[in-house]
């Protein structure tokens, strides 16, 4: 512990807590200071002057980032008929009815995503005291309720990510990983910053874009400037 105690405090000396960074300096410095023997993941953090209380306010829904997040994720689709082929063609990794919704009041949870068609949420939405509090159930804002299988699972084999604001106006989304080529990254968040701006609502006042950071996993928090973000 000693020794990755030194490391963090060697690699804190590199970022200057009140200096505000452009996102490629801050992209350079997330991948300098990543002292983790594993390659670690890059999250963005965006501190929104919302006020999640107002249903207009509270955020929610995904994007596709055009690099990915450096993760193959899971899916699991419930649904029926001819939809179950329409799945596994498309890439889901799971696909079927009611025994998957047995598997999962069971205790199984072999998947990172559930896509379902509209058809199938009243049995799922049974398992809400059980999805819910692990952020899994199906929501038609994230496009994992829908009866387009195919676009659905394939978006989100390719990198699609969910976001949702907390009670104090965060929004946290990974957006790759260190071993990731710089401008990869820049442009995976430049994506992101950009849905932030066009889901602004109209009724918030003052300052929208409050601060955005940038951290890999156990390395330091670096501040991007939002105004030196160039489209």
């Given at each position: 512990?000693?020794s990755?105690?030194?490391?963090h405090?060697?690699?804190?000396?590199?970022?200057?807590?009140?200096?505000?960074?452009?996102?490629?300096?801050?992209?350079?410095?997330?991948?300098?200071?990543?002292?983790?023997?594993f390659?670690?993941s890059?999250?963005?953090?965006?501190?929104?002057?919302?006020?999640?209380?107002?249903?207009?306010?509270?955020?929610?829904?995904?994007?596709?980032?055009?690099?990915?997040?450096?993760?193959?994720?899971?899916v699991?689709?419930?649904?029926?008929?001819?939809?179950?082929?329409?799945a596994?063609?498309?890439?889901?990794?799971?696909?079927?009815?009611?025994?998957?919704?047995?598997?999962?009041?069971?205790?199984?949870?072999?998947?990172?995503?559930?896509?379902?068609?509209?058809?199938?949420?009243?049995?799922?939405?049974?398992?809400?005291?059980?999805l819910?509090?692990?952020?899994?159930?199906?929501?038609?804002k994230?496009?994992?309720?829908?009866?387009?299988?195919a676009?659905?699972?394939?978006?989100?084999?390719?990198?699609?990510?969910?976001?949702?604001v907390?009670?104090?106006?965060?929004?946290?989304?990974?957006?790759?990983?260190?071993?990731?080529?710089?401008?990869?990254?820049?442009?995976?968040?430049?994506?992101?910053?950009?849905?932030?701006?066009?889901?602004?609502?109209?009724?918030?006042?003052?300052?929208?874009?409050?601060?955005?950071?940038?951290?890999?996993?156990?390395?330091?928090?670096?501040?991007?400037?939002?105004n030196?973000?160039i489209?």
């Amino acid at each position: 512990m000693a020794s990755i105690g030194k490391k963090h405090t060697e690699v804190l000396k590199l970022v200057n807590k009140a200096q505000l960074y452009s996102l490629e300096e801050a992209v350079e410095l997330v991948k300098k200071t990543s002292y983790v023997k594993f390659d670690a993941s890059v999250e963005i953090a965006f501190r929104l002057g919302l006020n999640p209380r107002k249903a207009e306010q509270n955020l929610r829904g995904a994007v596709v980032l055009p690099h990915g997040t450096g993760k193959t994720r899971t899916v699991l689709v419930i649904t029926q008929g001819d939809k179950i082929n329409e799945a596994i063609e498309a890439g889901a990794d799971y696909a079927g009815d009611v025994e998957y919704i047995n598997k999962i009041q069971q205790g199984w949870f072999e998947f990172d995503v559930i896509v379902a068609t509209p058809d199938m949420m009243p049995q799922l939405g049974k398992l809400g005291r059980i999805l819910g509090p692990k952020g899994l159930m199906p929501n038609p804002k994230t496009g994992t309720v829908t009866t387009d299988i195919a676009k659905a699972v394939s978006e989100i084999k390719a990198g699609k990510v969910e976001y949702r604001v907390d009670k104090a106006g965060n929004i946290h989304v990974p957006v790759g990983k260190v071993s990731f080529d710089a401008n990869k990254l820049v442009e995976n968040v430049k994506t992101l910053h950009d849905t932030m701006l066009r889901i602004k609502p109209s009724t918030v006042k003052g300052v929208y874009m409050k601060n955005i950071t940038l951290t890999s996993t156990m390395g330091p928090g670096i501040k991007v400037d939002p105004n030196q973000i160039i489209k």
